[in-house]
C-alpha cells in the first residue's frame, strides 16, 4: 500500500491533479518549500519537511531535505529488522512514494548569455538526491522523476492499491537516467572550456521512435542531447504524411546542413545522405525547378528542402513528383491541399538559426565514437588563392557555391556547378579521378552544358589526370584545397587549357 509520499517538485505541471488523487487514495502527503505552499494553495492537508525534520530550509533553500528523517524514511529496508527498528528508535515513519524533478538546469545555460552564478543557482543537490536514494530502495519505495509518469502510477494505484515490484524497477531506472543525465548536462557545461576532455558525458534524450533503422531488421530511435540548443526536430511539425523513418532523417539532416550554406533563395535535394540536386533561383518556384532538373532521375522518393515559404503553384508543382519528405518554413494552405494528395511527409519549422558553433560532431566505430569539431563556417573568398587563370564574378559565384555544397557531399567529393545549379554531383568514390568521371557522366546525362562550367573537389588532386579530365569536358574553373606533392602539374594542366584554378587551402571530407 501507498500511505505515505514525499513530494518535492520544480516543475509543477499535474501536480494539483496528481497529489489530489493520492489523497483521494488515502496517501499522506510530505512536501518540501515552494511544493508545500503549491499544495496547500489548492486545499490539499500537507506535512512540510520543516514540520517533519524540525529544521528551517536553510541557505537560500540549497538545503531542505538532505536530513536523517527525510533519507532514513526513505532508504529503510522493510524486510531488515535492524531497519525498522531504527525507524521506530528514531520515530521515523518510512515513505512508500517518492515523486521529484529537478531545477531546469540544461533549459537554463542553453540560453544565450546566461551568467554563470545564475546557472550554478540551478544546479538542484536536493532533488537528485532523494531521488537516487529512491531508486536505490525500489524494493520498498516507488520513485516518481517526470510529470508524464503520473496518470500511470495513479492507474496502478487505483487498481491494485500498490505499485509492482517491477513497476518499482522500472520507476527505478528512469530515476538514475534521469539524475545522470542531470549531472552529464553540469559537467558537460563545466567543461565547456576544453574542447575534448579526458571523459565525456554527453547525454541523449529520445525525440521520437521511428519504425525501423536503415533496415527493417534494425530498431531505430532519434535522439537529441539533452542540452542541445536545437536539434534536428526541434520547433519542426509535420503537416501530412507518414511517419518519419531513419533514413529520412539522415537525409534531413544533410538537406538542413546545406541549405544553412544560403541566404537567397534555395533549393536541396538529397538522397541518400547525398546532395544529386541544389540551386538558387530568383524564386522559391524557380530555386526548385532548376534543383530537379539537375538530376531529376535521382531526386525520385528524395528529401527537398526549400528556405523560402511554398506557395500554392509551387504546392501544385511539387505535388507532381514522388518526394518523401518536404521541408519548408510555410506553406500556402492550397499548397498543403495539394500535398495531402500524396504521401509525402510534410514537415515545417518555426526558426531558421544554425547550430551551435561549438557542438561536435560524432561517427560511431567500434566500442567507442570518434569525435570532431563540425565542419561549420559560411564560404567567402578570405583566405582563398587564384594559381591560375583569371576568376570573374560569375565564375566566382560558381566557385563558391559548389564548394559550398561539396562540403556535404561524401568524400571524395565532386560537384560541377553551372548558374549557381548543380549540374553534377558524385561523392562516395575510392577514386577521385572517378568521381569525376562520374560528375561528368550525370551532367551529360541528364542535358547539362559542360562548357564553362566551374568544378569543386573536397579534397585536392594527387595527379593532374582528374583537371585533364574535366577540362577536355568543356570545364573552365576548378576549386580545391591544394596541398598535393604534385599540385605544379595539375596547376600547369588548368594554366595550358586556359582555364582557372582556385586553392582554397582548406579541405572538406565528409566520410
Known amino acids: 500500500m501507498i500511505k505515505r509520499a514525499l513530494i518535492s517538485v520544480y516543475d509543477k505541471t499535474g501536480l494539483e491533479e496528481f497529489a489530489s488523487s493520492l489523497v483521494e487514495l488515502g496517501c499522506e502527503l510530505v512536501a518540501s518549500g515552494d511544493t508545500t505552499e503549491t499544495l496547500k494553495s489548492h486545499g490539499l492537508k500537507v506535512t512540510s519537511v520543516e514540520e517533519l525534520t524540525k529544521s528551517p530550509e536553510m541557505l537560500g533553500g540549497r538545503v531542505k531535505t538532505l536530513h536523517p528523517s527525510v533519507h532514513a524514511a526513505i532508504l529503510a529496508r522493510r524486510d531488515r529488522e535492524d531497519d525498522v527498528a ?21 533549459k537554463v545555460v542553453a540560453r544565450y548569455g546566461v551568467r554563470e552564478e545564475d546557472a550554478v543557482e540551478m544546479i538542484d543537490i536536493d532533488r537528485p538526491t532523494i531521488a537516487r536514494a529512491a531508486a536505490k530502495n525500489f524494493a520498498h519505495v516507488g520513485v516518481i522523476s517526470r510529470a508524464d509518469q503520473y496518470g500511470v502510477i495513479l492507474d496502478e494505484l487505483r487498481q491494485t492499491g500498490s505499485l509492482s515490484q517491477e513497476t518499482r524497477r522500472q520507476l527505478a531506472a528512469e530515476a538514475f537516467a534521469a539524475t545522470a543525465a542531470y549531472e552529464s548536462a553540469i559537467s558537460a557545461w563545466f567543461s565547456d572550456r576544453e574542447a575534448f576532455p579526458e571523459t565525456m558525458t554527453t547525454t541523449f534524450v529520445k525525440v521520437l521512435d521511428l519504425p525501423y533503422g536503415e533496415n527493417p531488421h534494425q530498431r531505430g530511435a532519434l535522439y537529441a542531447e539533452a542540452y542541445s540548443r536545437r536539434h534536428l526536430l526541434s520547433r519542426v511539425e509535420q503537416l501530412h504524411g507518414r511517419e518519419l523513418s531513419f533514413n529520412n532523417l ?49 531526386a525520385y522518393s528524395s528529401v527537398v528542402i526549400l528556405n523560402r515559404p511554398i506557395s500554392a503553384e509551387l504546392g501544385s508543382l511539387l505535388a507532381e513528383q514522388f518526394i518523401d519528405v518536404l521541408f519548408a518554413p510555410a506553406y500556402a494552405q492550397k499548397a498543403v491541399d495539394a500535398l495531402r ?29 570518434l569525435v570532431q569539431d563540425r565542419d561549420w563556417g559560411l564560404e567567402d573568398r578570405s583566405g582563398m588563392e587564384v594559381v591560375c587563370g583569371e576568376v570573374g564574378e ?30 553534377g554531383v558524385c561523392g562516395g568514390q575510392p577514386s577521385r579521378l572517378d568521381a569525376v568521371k562520374v560528375a561528368i557522366e550525370r ?53 595550358e587549357a586556359e582555364a582557372s584554378m582556385v586553392f582554397t587551402h582548406r579541405r572538406h571530407y565528409r566520410h
Open 394 to 423: 560569375e565564375a566566382w559565384g560558381d566557385l563558391l557555391f559548389a564548394w559550398k555544397v561539396v562540403k556535404h557531399v561524401m568524400s571524395n567529393g565532386i560537384v560541377i556547378a553551372r548558374g549557381l545549379q548543380t549540374i
Open 341 to 369: 494528395k500524396q504521401e509525402t511527409r510534410v514537415l515545417t519549422h518555426y526558426e531558421r538559426r544554425r547550430g551551435d558553433p561549438g557542438e561536435k560532431d560524432y561517427k560511431r566505430v567500434l566500442g567507442g565514437i
Open 250 to 298: 539522415n537525409d534531413l539532416s544533410t538537406a538542413r546542413l546545406i541549405i544553412d550554406e544560403f541566404t537567397l533563395p534555395a533549393c536541396v535535394i538529397v538522397n541518400h545522405g547525398n546532395p544529386c540536386g541544389v540551386a538558387v533561383g530568383a524564386s522559391p518556384e524557380e530555386a526548385f525547378i532548376r534543383a530537379l532538373s539537375a538530376d531529376p532521375t535521382s
Open 443 to 495: 551532367a551529360l546525362q541528364h542535358g547539362h552544358d559542360l562548357n564553362g562550367a566551374s568544378l569543386a573537389s573536397d579534397g585536392f588532386f594527387p595527379f593532374p589526370d582528374g583537371p585533364k579530365l574535366a577540362l577536355e569536358a568543356g570545364i573552365k574553373n576548378i576549386i580545391e584545397p591544394g596541398g598535393s606533392k604534385r599540385d605544379r602539374e595539375a596547376i600547369e594542366t588548368v594554366r
Open 86 to 106: 531504527a525507524l521506530s528508535e528514531n520515530d521515523i515513519e518510512p515513505f512508500d512514494l517518492v515523486c521529484v524533478n529537478f531545477c531546469p538546469f540544461a
